[in-house]
């Protein structure tokens, strides 16, 4: 076998020779589940031509090259933060994608996407109907049962007109192919469909991962979709110059991630409930600014916990009023409230009929055969052929009788099951479906270094545009874990794939989210900041300042361990000031060990049980920071889940004092980087303004920490000097003074100094500019207390003198400060439904 060696790569390249032995390798060890359709082999048992390209190209990569790329492509989930949340689990998980995308012919797709605009387009005229005249249910076409026994069905809706027309504005649909080669609907979203974000960015990190592959095969992209989907809903709007927003659960969502990406990727506003209010008949987002109006919302949370004061009185993920707003025609909704009535199983075996009703026309996707229980006939079809069905809740995910999963198969039932769910099913049949066992068909996965046939499902997004339905051209792809080919196996385990639609022209495959023509109005701040992003935003600061902070004396502990000579009193002396810093702060406690100091300066910086360690002060940072992940660049985020995973991994990192030292001193790096991003990437808008705000009161209150600890009781040459390490201008003093730190001459550095960035004065000065530039509630031309507290601060500063100060005054200085941080959180922060508008409007977001 021929084999060349690519010095560029470093590793041997294969010839034509190895390239198609390996491709006939992977082809014979591939072994489809008989009886059963797959994607990659063809009725004729040879590869599809569309996968031959796929695979000739990881064939000519050699073995070593498919697994790097995959490595790489496992890595960029990790620094993208692609994640999502099992319910029930704090902590998020990685995004399972497949390494393989699942192909699909442009003829194929094109059949595929007909199927789903239609049945969008068929759900929109049903939501018209129930919520409207409800002629399906008087004139017979439709039982009420399932519509009313739907608790998706929100009567509060009922005469309601949709701004924009539509009640149906984003749609999900999962269909399967059946052992016919006919794609088959498995199930509709039509809710708060989720997935479109995870599309994109599963698109992203295989495009990355095989960049050439994605141009020659001429994939089509998804930006597009987008765009068309911005502009259906940007037309819906009830003013010009609309405002959007996204509503998401928080951050325990499950597709928490996926939400914010969109944010981000569309330019909405990333809001949850607490943050909207109503006045007026209108729906508002609370800003820094005073409440202002919202325009357009796609929600992603369920209606029943839209409105507590109309559907679930318990919920905190909606805003009280929002119905009102709604029904006044105040605020455009994708999707509207009440849209889920139409993802019920119950009505799947209502639509063929339905779709010749409203449309005239044959369903081009259809669905699983179903039956709904609550008819005679077909509940008595049901219990005849018990054990060839799936058995299904009609609504929802749960109904009596059925063990654990959402459905089950009679057969596979004991006889005490079958009897208990036959009983259910004669007591309320309406609460049930019987349904067809679909075979699924296979997709070729990447398992232990070869191929292996998996069943799958597909979800497809179809968005109101303009121009009537459009239809993402990929979706994500789930992919069972097992070799089990039926629709009622796919488990929790599943993984995830792209899906590329492999164009027949370059023309086709050329899409952006950019607006086509240069016809737009110039913007240089994206709008008002939302009170909730504002102090997440400011706490992150705070938070990352304080690691900082704790860093920096585990840093000084570590190298007075090392400096110190002997069991010396002045040599000690910064040492247990050092360790006493860190027991007030809660970052450690004393030890009893052989080398107490190591272990206090190890657990100071990586033990989460120490709410004040720098691991667990990160730890918030990140979770602040992942409240407003949209406003935040993905190299701040990397860098943010790379500080973490440092302070994780040092738990392993034996507690001696050149480990921490090193330790400590490259987490500090790391957020010096951050600090830099955040300096030179953040837009001066109102977000970098909070973020530097946090950081400039939480280092101008550590400063007066490290004064009243370092330079009281009697400070000596080593603890003075310690100090200007802490404030980290040990440069500074030698460079004014030729003496040894002096306690005037330091004191004035650490807390007066105006030119000295690390000084209380400096922050004092910059806080005050900040809450200068930030909008006022009434534009009467007086203070607000925020600013007359900082202004007072900074006039005090300067008229101070080093020699005067003693631990008390500089308690004081502290004291002042934290109220500032108060005042702080009381104007910009907190939830009141006040709607005071700004007299003078600023525009900073």
Not at 314 to 340: E, K, Q, T, Y
Not at 706 to 735: C, G, M, W
Not at 816 to 839: G, T
Request: charged fraction near 25%; include cysteine.
């Amino acid at each position: 076998m021929a084999v060349e060696f690519d010095a560029t790569a470093g590793q041997a390249k294969a010839t034509p020779c190895d390239e198609a032995g390996r491709l006939a390798a992977w082809v014979a060890d591939y072994k489809p589940i008989p009886g059963v359709p797959d994607e990659l082999i063809g009725r004729d048992g040879r590869p599809r031509p569309h996968w031959t390209t796929l695979l000739e190209t990881l064939a000519g990569l050699g073995q070593r090259g498919v697994e790097n790329r995959f490595a790489a492509s496992a890595r960029r989930i990790s620094d993208m933060g692609v994640t999502y949340r099992v319910r029930g689990e704090a902590r998020e998980r990685p995004w399972p994608l497949s390494r393989l995308p699942l192909l699909l012919t442009e003829s194929e797709w094109s059949e595929i996407a007909a199927g789903v605009a239609q049945r969008a387009e068929l759900f929109d005229r049903i939501l018209h109907d129930i919520y409207g005249e409800a002629r399906l249910v008087s004139e017979g076409a439709l039982p009420a049962a399932v519509v009313a026994g739907s608790p998706e069905f929100v009567r509060p809706m009922c005469g309601v007109k949709p701004v924009g027309g539509r009640w149906l504005r984003f749609y999900a649909v999962d269909i399967g192919r059946g052992p016919d080669g006919r794609w088959w609907v498995l199930g509709d979203r039509a809710q708060a469909p989720s997935g479109a974000g995870y599309a994109i960015e599963s698109r992203l990190i295989l495009a990355r991962a095989f960049p050439s592959l994605y141009r020659e095969m001429m994939v089509r992209r998804l930006a597009g979709f987008f765009r068309d989907f911005r502009a259906g809903l940007a037309a819906a709007a009830p003013r010009a110059d609309p405002r959007f927003c996204l509503l998401t659960p928080g951050p325990w969502s499950e597709t928490y991630t996926e939400q914010v990406y969109l944010a981000r990727y569309l330019g909405f506003l990333l809001v949850e409930g607490e943050d909207l209010a109503t006045s007026e008949g209108k729906l508002h987002v609370r800003t820094v600014a005073g409440l202002k109006r919202v325009d357009v919302v796609w929600r992603r949370v369920d209606a029943d916990w839209l409105d507590p004061l109309e559907a679930n009185a318990a919920s905190r993920l909606g805003s009280p009023g929002i119905f009102d707003a709604i029904r006044r025609g105040s605020v455009a909704m994708a999707n509207m409230p009440g849209a889920g009535v139409v993802e019920s199983r119950a009505l799947m075996s209502f639509l063929p009929g339905l779709a010749e009703r409203l449309m005239g026309e044959r369903l081009r996707l259809p669905n699983v055969a179903t039956w709904w229980c609550g008819q005679e006939a077909e509940r008595a079809e049901i219990l005849r052929a018990f054990d060839s069905r799936a058995i299904a809740p009609a609504f929802g995910d749960k109904a009596e009788g059925l063990p654990g999963a959402s459905a089950a198969v009679g057969a596979e039932l004991d006889a005490a099951q079958k009897e208990r769910l036959a009983a259910a099913i004669c007591a309320r049949g309406m609460d049930y479906v019987g349904q067809e066992v679909v075979q699924l068909s296979t997709t070729p996965v990447w398992d232990g270094g070869a191929l292996t046939p998996r069943p799958f499902s597909l979800r497809i997004f179809a968005a109101a545009t303009p121009e009537g339905w459009k239809v993402m051209p990929g979706g994500f792809c789930r992919i069972a874990d097992h070799r089990d080919a039926r629709a009622i196996s796919m488990g929790a385990g599943a993984q995830t794939a792209d899906v590329w639609v492999i164009g027949e022209e370059t023309a086709s495959v050329q899409a952006t989210l950019l607006p086509p023509s240069n016809d737009v109005r110039v913007v240089r701040v994206p709008g008002h900041l939302p009170s909730r992003a504002a102090d997440n935003l400011f706490w992150m600061g705070r938070y990352l300042e304080r690691a900082e902070a704790t860093l920096r004396v585990v840093r000084c502990l570590c190298n007075r361990m090392t400096e110190t000579q002997g069991n010396s009193i002045q040599g000690r002396q910064p040492i247990e000031r050092c360790e006493r810093l860190l027991f007030q702060w809660g970052a450690a406690a004393p030890f009893a060990a052989p080398y107490p100091s190591a272990a206090i300066a190890h657990t100071a910086a990586s033990n989460p049980n120490f709410y004040g360690s720098a691991r667990a002060i990160v730890g918030q940072a990140k979770r602040a920071a992942s409240i407003v992940r949209e406003r935040l660049s993905p190299d701040m985020w990397q860098l943010l889940v790379r500080l973490e995973a440092r302070l994780e991994n040092a738990a392993a990192v034996p507690p001696l004092e050149p480990e921490i030292l090193e330790l400590s001193e490259c987490a500090l790096h790391t957020l010096a980087a951050l600090s830099g991003l955040m300096d030179e990437n953040f837009n001066r808008v109102s977000g970098w303004t909070f973020v530097d705000l946090g950081k400039r009161v939480e280092r101008a209150i550590d400063a007066c920490c490290f004064a009243r600890q370092f330079a009281d009781n009697d400070p000596t040459i080593e603890t003075l000097d310690a100090l200007l390490e802490l404030v980290d201008s040990q440069v500074t003093y030698r460079s004014r003074y030729l003496a040894g730190a002096a306690l005037a001459p330091t004191l004035d550095i650490t807390l007066l100094d105006p030119f000295n960035p690390r000084s209380v004065a400096f922050q004092v000065l910059r806080t005050d500019e900040h809450l200068a530039s930030l909008p006022v509630l009434v534009d009467d031309g007086m203070m607000e207390p925020q600013r007359r507290l900082a202004v007072s601060l900074h006039g005090d500063l300067e008229a101070e003198d080093a020699r005067r100060l003693d631990s008390g005054r500089v308690l004081v200085i502290e004291q002042r400060l934290a109220a500032l941080a108060n005042a702080i959180s009381e104007r910009y922060f907190s939830h009141s439904s006040d709607p005071a508008p700004a007299d003078k409007r600023s525009k900073l977001a």
